[in-house]
């Protein structure tokens, strides 16, 4: 079975331009979360997502960021205008019932670079 | 927001020895759960103890949990150069999962 999938692994922009960060959940789970980590710190919560649905994204900035998680296809992160303050690994999670208190199961992020 | 605070933030500690680390929350949980990450790689899944748990093992591991101090320690027993690597707790707050910063575990050969 397929882990979660991020893509790209390196993703390097120039200030202004838009990045788009793609997950892809394990197999049958239908809730995806995005975090984003700076070096030697922990993980900052963004945004948490159902399918079709967003449904708490009160980590995720109001301006330039934006999730989804349509009914076919991966989740996308997606940030525009980006800026050298922007550089950061972003992680993605996929679970199958968090109700149930199932692990989260992490992709092995995409490290963005703004220049 | 931040819930769950790890406590020390980095440890080191010769291969054979035992490793410690703490984590205290601010709010009611549900559940707490412990992940490891080695550098450069996402976040690995360790152990899960519910709110009525106070103990709960996984082969080297054991964790406890003390919810009237909010707070749960995770013991790694017989180090080996293999456990490095950081460790977080996570805390459900409502929908959101919450990590914290961190403990980065370096051991020794």
């Known amino acids: 079975n397929a882990g979660v999938m991020q893509n790209p692994r390196h993703l390097v922009r120039r200030r202004g331009q838009e990045a788009r960060l793609r997950c892809s959940p394990v197999?049958?789970?239908?809730?995806v979360y995005w975090y984003r980590q700076l070096p030697e710190e922990g993980l900052k919560f963004m945004v948490y997502l159902q399918k079709e649905n967003i449904i708490d994204e009160s980590g995720m900035p109001k301006e330039r960021f934006s999730a989804e998680f349509p009914k076919e296809g991966p989740s996308i992160l997606r940030i525009q205008q980006v800026v050298r303050g922007d550089s950061a690994a972003y992680f993605c999670?996929?679970?199958?019932?968090?109700?149930?208190?199932?692990?989260?199961?992490f992709g092995n992020g995409t490290r963005l670079t703004v220049t | 927001s931040q819930q769950g605070e790890e406590d020390p933030q980095a440890l080191s500690i010769q291969e054979g020895e035992n490793a410690t680390m703490n984590c205290s929350y601010k709010?009611?949980?549900?559940?707490l759960q412990w992940y490891r990450q080695n550098s450069g790689r996402g976040l690995v899944h360790l152990i899960l103890i519910r709110s009525n748990e106070r103990e709960k093992h996984s082969g080297r591991l054991r964790v406890t949990l003390d919810t009237s101090k909010k707070s749960s320690s995770l013991l790694i027993t017989a180090s080996r150069a293999a456990d490095t690597a950081s460790y977080f707790c996570?805390?459900?707050?409502?929908?959101?999962?919450?990590f914290g910063k961190g403990t980065r575990l370096h051991i020794l050969p």
């Open positions: 999670a996929s679970v199958q019932d968090i109700s149930m208190g199932s692990p989260l199961h």
């Open positions: 996570a805390t459900d707050e409502d929908d959101k999962i919450i």
């Open positions: 709010t009611s949980i549900n559940n």
């Open positions: 197999k049958g789970h239908s809730h």
